[in-house]
């Protein structure tokens, strides 16, 4: 079975731009969520998605946004990009409940100069 | 909001040593993950504990849950090269919401 994989790996724009990332879960899985990671702030809990919709949000502001597709696929967006939006970006599937396992994809890492 | 320490923050052993990893919640556990990541990978889901007392392991790793204390700890037997990386604790709250530990960097010198 393939696992979760996330496009881009790697990817560099400059502020106020914005991105899109992908996330493609395990087949089967319909849960998708989304984390931060950065040196100083270690792993933070982005949003999770379920069967289209939004589940859980964690503490970030409106410039994080995401979407899940009928395919269980979700991309997130960051819009109008800051210097301390470069992170890593991990994307996690699961069956259904948060608190199912997770499996993490390789992660996108974003770089915004 | 939910915040959980972990220490050491790193820790560089001898192959064959045993070591051990706290990871301590500033509220209730219900819920307590241990992941691990390899330098540059994304994270492999170890082992999850849900009630006191409770205690998991998964080849030479050893999870255990103090649910007073509101703590857990994963202990490597016999380090090998192979279980480097940094290692997250995380919770999951009522609210459903999910926090992770400060992480810790392991490092076993051959």
């Known amino acids: 079975k393939a696992g979760v994989t996330q496009t881009p790996r790697y990817l560099i724009k400059t502020r106020g731009q914005q991105v899109t990332l992908s996330c493609s879960p395990i087949?089967?899985?319909?849960?998708v969520s989304w984390y931060q990671q950065t040196p100083g702030q270690g792993l933070q809990f982005l949003f999770e998605y379920f069967s289209e919709t939004q589940r859980n949000k964690g503490n970030f502001p409106g410039r994080f946004s995401g979407r899940q597709f009928s395919n269980s696929r979700s991309e997130m967006n960051v819009s109008t990009l800051e210097l301390g939006d470069s992170a890593l970006y991990l994307c996690a599937s699961s069956l259904g409940q948060l608190t199912d396992t997770q499996y993490f994809g390789p992660g996108t890492r974003l770089t915004v100069l | 909001s939910q915040e959980l320490e972990q220490s050491p923050q790193s820790l560089i052993v001898q192959e064959g040593k045993n070591l051990t990893i706290n990871c301590t919640s500033s509220?209730?556990?219900?819920?307590l993950y241990w992941y691990k990541q390899k330098y540059g990978e994304g994270l492999i889901f170890l082992m999850m504990?849900?009630?006191?007392?409770e205690e998991k392991s998964h080849e030479k790793i050893t999870a255990k849950l103090d649910e007073k204390k509101q703590q857990s700890s994963l202990h490597i037997t016999a380090s090998q090269p192979s279980h480097a990386g940094i290692y997250l604790c995380g919770a999951d709250n009522p609210g459903n919401q999910f926090y992770f530990g400060t992480g810790t960097s392991l490092t076993v010198i051959p």
């Open positions: 504990l849900q009630k006191g007392g």
């Open positions: 087949s089967g899985h319909r849960s």
């Open positions: 509220k209730t556990l219900y819920g």
